[in-house]
């Protein structure tokens, strides 16, 4: 079983900051990890995905995270915010045997607030 | 190509009735999933289908069904509703294969008075 924990429930920050938004996960096996915006009554949206190789991915939107296996963290940053990335922040991880059900564990998410 | 679609987008019922919530994937996507997401639980896995055979189940109790059918839409059914049921149901599709992307689709909010 794989479990995923989001240390912060919000993040307030100033336009034009950098922003970390933490997530640790669990899991006896290795995983894929996966980071999701949602906007204010919306779905989710994919920001970006570790898979394998490289640890540090780069997404969507200038956002980028990095994988550290000994730490067991994905974190996510973004090195300088704009109001419109005020949204909910959703890591989660996902098993990797091929073939099998493509079922997501979520972190309890970050509400990011950039503030002006 | 149209993102996944979901119907409706909003609902009101009563306790102790049924409800049926319909999930139209992105074209040539044979996997759909299904989430509850609530304020208290956040976001929950309750089932996938992927040519129409139930391949995982989350750890909801048997009220929670689904099904999905040739051309690979899904329904979701929900009966004998319970105020704790108030939720917003996400439905996601992708390909297959470990890794793939999901795509959401916006989601219909379920109001159980």
């Known amino acids: 079983a794989q479990s995923v924990t989001q240390l912060d429930s919000q993040v307030p920050v100033f336009e034009e900051a950098p922003v970390e938004l933490r997530c640790n996960y669990s899991?006896?096996?290795?995983?894929?990890l996966f980071w999701y915006v949602q906007y204010p009554n919306q779905g989710l949206q994919l920001l970006l995905k570790y898979l394998s190789g490289s640890t540090l991915v780069k997404g969507i939107n200038g956002f980028e995270a990095e994988f550290n296996k000994s730490q067991t963290s994905f974190h996510l940053r973004k090195p300088s915010v704009h109001i419109s990335d005020t949204a909910e922040y959703f890591c989660?991880?996902?098993?990797?045997?091929?073939?099998?059900?493509?079922?997501?564990?979520f972190g309890s998410g970050t509400q990011l607030t950039v503030l002006p | 190509k149209a993102g996944v679609t979901q119907t409706p987008r909003y609902l009101i019922k009563t306790r102790g009735q049924q409800v049926t919530l319909s999930c139209s994937p992105i074209?040539?996507?044979?996997?759909v999933s299904w989430y509850q997401q609530t304020p208290g639980q956040g976001l929950q896995f309750l089932f996938e289908?992927?040519?129409?055979?139930?391949?995982n189940k989350g750890n909801f109790p048997g009220r929670f069904s689904g099904r999905q059918f040739s051309n690979s839409r899904s329904e979701m059914n929900v009966s004998t509703l319970e105020l704790g049921d108030s939720a917003l149901y996400l439905c996601?599709?992708?390909?297959?294969?470990?890794?793939?992307?999901?795509?959401f689709g916006p989601g219909t909010r379920l109001l159980v008075l």
């Open positions: 996601a599709s992708n390909i297959q294969g470990a890794g793939e992307t999901q795509y």
């Open positions: 289908y992927f040519s129409e055979t139930q391949r």
């Open positions: 074209s040539g996507h044979r996997s």
């Open positions: 899991s006896s096996v290795s995983v894929y």
């Open positions: 989660a991880v996902s098993p990797p045997v091929s073939g099998s059900a493509r079922q997501l564990t």
